[in-house]
């Protein structure tokens, strides 16, 4: 089956320390995105990718770092930079970064506390 | 720029009852428009989608939207809802011929009592 997994689901975290999330897709994906979920206030952009080797800021990039070094991945690596790091992370991606229409396919989510 | 506003963020409602989510979004030229779904501690999946043509669109598990150009809104409706639409419900907007990154509104969550 195609599709988006993420890895770990659940994540433990010291301060201090940085960590990477996973994100892998088999769907053939172009596009691949990084968002930030806290409660009430949606879904907000940290990194997305249209092609291997270039990634762009979202709005809220600072802290994390990514890397997309082959199609299918795109992992997120949160930094002990990242004043507040405890939320819910999303990996997506969609069809063809140059098509505006197409809508964007989600992992199951990794949650992140930093204890 | 665009933005999307989920008007209320909680909608309690009981089984078999209509339901009405609504999102209205700020943008002077065309727009492409989704619903999406989150159950608990799960990603996002596809409702439906607003692209062209007719403006009453009809998507999974018996949800349908339509899109009011005047009124800039694509409000998400279901006539009977179950105890299974618990769920958080996200208005996501596209501008045509713009960034292919969609805004997001806050967020809609519906609770289903019995």
């Known amino acids: 089956d195609g599709g988006i997994t993420q890895s770990p689901k659940y994540l433990f975290r010291k301060e201090g320390q940085n960590v990477t999330l996973s994100c892998e897709q088999n769907?053939?994906?172009?596009?691949m995105y990084w968002y930030r979920q806290d409660p009430g206030q949606g879904l907000r952009l940290i990194y997305y990718?249209?092609?291997?080797?270039?990634?762009q800021k979202g709005d809220i990039a600072e802290g994390y770092s990514v890397s997309r070094e082959k199609k299918e991945s795109f992992p997120l690596t949160v930094t002990s930079a990242q004043k507040n790091p405890t939320a819910f992370y999303l990996c997506?991606?969609?069809?063809?970064?140059?098509?505006?229409?197409?809508?964007?396919?989600f992992g199951p989510g990794t949650r992140l506390t930093v204890l | 720029a665009q933005s999307v506003t989920q008007l209320d963020s909680q909608v309690p409602v009981f089984e078999e009852a209509p339901v009405e989510l609504r999102c209205n979004y700020s943008s002077s030229v065309s727009v492409y428009l989704f619903w999406y779904v989150q159950y608990p501690n799960q990603g996002l999946q596809l409702l439906l989608k607003y692209l062209s043509g007719s403006t009453l669109v009809k998507g999974i598990n018996g949800f349908e939207a339509e899109f009011n150009k005047s009124q800039t809104s694509f409000h998400l409706r279901k006539p009977s809802v179950h105890i299974s639409d618990t769920a958080e419900y996200f208005c996501a907007v596209i501008l045509s011929g713009g960034s292919y990154i969609p805004t997001f509104g806050r967020g809609t969550s519906l609770i289903v009592h019995p």
């Open positions: 769907l053939n994906h172009d596009a």
């Open positions: 997506a991606s969609s069809i063809d970064s140059g098509i505006s229409y197409n809508e964007q396919f």
């Open positions: 990718s249209q092609i291997v080797n270039d990634f």
